[in-house]
C-alpha cells in the first residue's frame, strides 16, 4: 500500500492519545497516590494498604467478594451449562433462550430495583407485597428480611441477582460450544452403553473445558469488580460491603484518596492473573493467523 | 436415549425447563405489572392480586409514568442518557476502526507491541482511573459536563472496539487491499471505501454493545456526573430515587420500566446483533 512513514501514525495517534490520559497515566498516578495520605500531601509508605488489608470492613469486603466468585461463578457457569443441554432437547428452545437473556439487555440499577420490589419485606400479619414473602407465608413462614437479615441470607439474595443477570449469557456461549459437538460422539458412547449421567461427564464436560473455562473467567473478572447491584440494593450495609463499593465510598463520601487508591491497586492485583490469561488467548490466535 | 426417557421422561424435562423459564420473568412481570397500578393499591396488596380479575381495567393507571417523567426528572433523565450514549458510542467507534486498520493492514515499527498494550488495557478496573482524572476534570471544569462525560466514555470503550474491530478487519481478505492499491487507491480512500463497508456487520455489534454499556452504567457517570442534577442520566435518577422514594415502589418500578425501556426496544429487534455484540463485549474490563 502506497504509505509514506507517518501515514499509521496519523490513524492511530488519536486512540493512543485518549488512551495515555485516560487509562495510563491515571493507573501510574494511582500506584503513586496510594503510598500518600487523603489529600495526596504526605508520604505513608504502606499504610494505605495495611488499611486496605486490616480495616474490619475491608475485610468483610474481601469475605464478601470471595463469596461471590465462588457461588456466583459456579452458579452461572454450572446453571448456563445445564440450560444450554436441557434446551438443546426441546423444540421451543430459541423462545426460552431469549427469555433468560432478556435481563442481559437491562441495567444492574433496574435489575437491583427489580429484585428489591421481589425481597420486600411487610412484618407478620400484613399483606405482604414482595413476592418472595408471599410465597414464605402462604408455605405458612414469617416473612424474611431478605435483605437484612446478615450475613448469609443477604449476601446470597444479592449474588442471585447477579445470576439472574449472568446465567443466559454464560448460557448462549455453551450452547454455540455444545452444538459444535459431533453428535455421532455422544451417539457412539451411547451405543458403547454409556448412559446419559456418564455422557454428560464423560464426554461433554470433557469437550467442554475450554469454552467453561473462558466463560468462568469473564464471570470472575465481572464479580471481582461488582459494584452496582449491592450500591442500589443495600449500599454495602449490613454486611454486604464489597471492595469496589468500598473504593466509590472511600472516593466520594471520605475524600480519602490514599485509602480509595490502595484498593484500587489491590482489585488490580486481583484482576491481573486473568489480565495474562487474556493476553496468552490473544497470542495463541495471533500465531495461528 | 432409551435409558434417559426413562430416568427424565419428557413431560418432566418440559416442566423444568417451563419452570426455570418463569422464574427468570416472573420477577420483571411484577415490575411491568405495578408500575401500572394505583398507588394505593401497590402499598396494600401483591402485584399478582390483579390476575383474579385481569380484565378490570380501572385499577390501571398511566398516572405513575405521568409523574414520575414530568415530576421526578425522568423526562430530562431520558434525554440526558441520549445526548451521553449517542456520541459516547459513534467516537469511540470511529477511531477506533481508525486504530484497527492501521493496526491490522500497515507496517510500522511498535505495531504488535502497541496492540499488546491495547489489549492489556482492556481489564484494567476502571477504578485506577477514577481519581486522576476526577482531578484532571476538576481544573478543566469538566466535571458535571457532558464533553468530560463524552472523554471518559470513549476512552473507556477504545480497547474493547480497537480489539474486536481489529479482529475482523485482519480477516478481510489479503487480495482486496493489493488491489486497491494497484488501483491507487489511498489509505483513506481504503479505509472509507473499502474496510467500513466490509465491516458493517462487526461494527453492528459493536455499536450496540457500547451504546448499551453506556445507556447502563451507574459508576462512570456517579464519578464524574454525580452531583450535577441536571445532566444526570437514567442509571443515576433511578438510584437516586430508590434512596429518597425506597416504598413508593409504584413510582421506583415505572422509573426502573422508563430506564429499561430503550434496550428492551433494541433488544427485541435487534436480537441477533444484540446478542452478538454483548458476546463480544464481554471481555470488557
Redesign the interface.
Known amino acids: 500500500?502506497?504509505?509514506n512513514?507517518l501515514?499509521?501514525?496519523l490513524?492511530?495517534a488519536?486512540?493512543?492519545f485518549?488512551?495515555g490520559?485516560?487509562?495510563?497515566?491515571?493507573?501510574i498516578?494511582?500506584f503513586r497516590?496510594s503510598f500518600f495520605g487523603p489529600s495526596s500531601k504526605d508520604f505513608v509508605g504502606f499504610a494505605n494498604y495495611i488499611y486496605a488489608f486490616t480495616n474490619p470492613v475491608m475485610v468483610s469486603a474481601f469475605r464478601n467478594n470471595a463469596l461471590w466468585v465462588v457461588v456466583f461463578t459456579s452458579f452461572t457457569v454450572g446453571f448456563g451449562l445445564i440450560?444450554a443441554v436441557?434446551?438443546d432437547?426441546?423444540k421451543y428452545e430459541k423462545i426460552?433462550k431469549?427469555?433468560?437473556?432478556?435481563?442481559?439487555?437491562?441495567?444492574?440499577?433496574?435489575a437491583?430495583?427489580?429484585?428489591?420490589?421481589?425481597y420486600?419485606y411487610r412484618p407478620p400479619g400484613a399483606?405482604?407485597?414482595?413476592?418472595l414473602n408471599?410465597i414464605v407465608t402462604a408455605l405458612g413462614g414469617k416473612p424474611i428480611g431478605w435483605l437484612i437479615t446478615r450475613p448469609w441470607v443477604n449476601n446470597l439474595c444479592l449474588i442471585f441477582v447477579g445470576i439472574?443477570i449472568w446465567t443466559?449469557?454464560c448460557m448462549?456461549?455453551l450452547s454455540a460450544a455444545y452444538k459444535n459437538i459431533p453428535r455421532e460422539l455422544m451417539e457412539a458412547a451411547?451405543i458403547d452403553g454409556a448412559?446419559?449421567w456418564q455422557v454428560f461427564w464423560r464426554v461433554i464436560i470433557p469437550l467442554l473445558k475450554p469454552t467453561v473455562a473462558v466463560v468462568a473467567t469473564?464471570m470472575v473478572?465481572f464479580v471481582?469488580?461488582v459494584?452496582?447491584i449491592v450500591?442500589?440494593m443495600t449500599n454495602g450495609n449490613y454486611s454486604t460491603e464489597v471492595v469496589?463499593n468500598r473504593?466509590?465510598k472511600e472516593?466520594?463520601a471520605w475524600s480519602n484518596?490514599g485509602h480509595?487508591?490502595a484498593?484500587?491497586?489491590v482489585?488490580?492485583i486481583l484482576?491481573i492473573p486473568?489480565?495474562i490469561i487474556?493476553?496468552r488467548r490473544?497470542r495463541e490466535?495471533e500465531a495461528t493467523? | 436415549?432409551k435409558?434417559?426417557k426413562r430416568?427424565?421422561p419428557r413431560t418432566t424435562?418440559?416442566a423444568?425447563?417451563i419452570g426455570?423459564?418463569l422464574i427468570?420473568?416472573?420477577?420483571?412481570v411484577?415490575?411491568l405489572v405495578?408500575s401500572f397500578r394505583l398507588p394505593q393499591d401497590?402499598?396494600?396488596?401483591?402485584?399478582?392480586t390483579v390476575f383474579s380479575h385481569p380484565f378490570n381495567f380501572t385499577q390501571y393507571t398511566l398516572q405513575n409514568y405521568e409523574t414520575v417523567i414530568t415530576k421526578n426528572g425522568m423526562g430530562r433523565a431520558f434525554i440526558n442518557s441520549l445526548i451521553i450514549t449517542v456520541p459516547a458510542t459513534f467516537f469511540p467507534v470511529l477511531?477506533?476502526a481508525?486504530?484497527a486498520?492501521?493496526?491490522a493492514?500497515?507496517?510500522?515499527p511498535g505495531?504488535k507491541t502497541?496492540f499488546?498494550?491495547?489489549?492489556?488495557?482492556?481489564?484494567?478496573?476502571?477504578?485506577?482511573?477514577?481519581?486522576?482524572?476526577l482531578r484532571i476534570f476538576n481544573w478543566l471544569h469538566l466535571s458535571g459536563t457532558f464533553p468530560g462525560i463524552w472523554?471518559?466514555h470513549?476512552?473507556?470503550g477504545?480497547?474493547l472496539t480497537?480489539y474486536l474491530l481489529h479482529?475482523f478487519i485482519?480477516g478481510l481478505p489479503r487480495d482486496l487491499?493489493d488491489s486497491?492499491?494497484i488501483d491507487?487507491a489511498?489509505?483513506m480512500q481504503?479505509f472509507f471505501r473499502l474496510v467500513i463497508p466490509l465491516s458493517v456487520p462487526a461494527i453492528a455489534s459493536v455499536v450496540i454493545f457500547q451504546f448499551?454499556w453506556v445507556?447502563?452504567?451507574?459508576?462512570v457517570a456517579?464519578?464524574y456526573l454525580?452531583g450535577f442534577r441536571s445532566v444526570a442520566p437514567?442509571?443515576l435518577q433511578?438510584?437516586s430515587l430508590?434512596g429518597s422514594r425506597g416504598q413508593d415502589?409504584e413510582l421506583?418500578?415505572a422509573?426502573?420500566?422508563v430506564?429499561?425501556a430503550l434496550?428492551?426496544f433494541?433488544?427485541f429487534s435487534l436480537?441477533r446483533y444484540?446478542?452478538r455484540g454483548?458476546?463480544a463485549g464481554?471481555?470488557k474490563?
Open positions: 500500500m502506497r504509505t512513514r501515514t499509521p501514525w490513524y492511530i488519536p486512540v493512543l485518549l488512551l490520559l485516560f487509562l495510563l497515566y491515571p493507573s498516578e494511582t497516590i440450560l436441557l434446551l432437547r426441546v426460552i431469549s427469555l433468560i437473556f432478556i435481563p442481559m439487555a437491562i441495567s444492574f440499577v433496574g437491583g430495583v427489580i429484585w428489591k420490589f421481589v420486600a399483606p405482604q407485597i414482595g413476592l408471599e439472574w443466559g449469557f448462549v456461549i451411547r448412559n446419559e469473564t473478572v471481582l469488580k459494584f452496582d450500591y442500589v469496589a473504593m466509590y472516593m466520594f484518596y480509595a487508591s484498593i484500587a491497586i482489585l488490580l484482576i486473568m489480565m487474556n493476553i490473544f490466535q493467523r | 436415549m435409558l434417559l430416568i427424565f424435562l418440559h423444568v425447563i426455570i423459564a427468570w420473568m416472573l420477577p420483571t411484577g415490575l405495578t401497590v402499598a396494600h396488596t401483591g402485584w399478582w477511531l477506533a481508525f486504530a486498520y492501521a493496526f493492514w500497515m507496517k510500522f505495531r502497541l499488546m498494550v491495547v489489549v492489556a488495557l482492556l481489564v484494567i478496573p476502571l477504578q485506577m482511573t477514577f481519581i486522576p482524572i472523554l471518559a470513549t476512552s473507556y477504545l480497547p480497537v479482529n485482519a487491499f486497491a492499491a491507487g489511498s489509505t481504503t448499551i445507556w447502563n452504567d451507574l459508576l456517579l464519578i454525580g437514567l442509571t433511578v438510584a430508590v415502589w421506583l418500578t422509573a426502573a420500566f430506564s429499561m434496550p428492551l433494541i433488544f436480537q444484540f446478542v454483548i458476546l464481554s471481555v474490563g
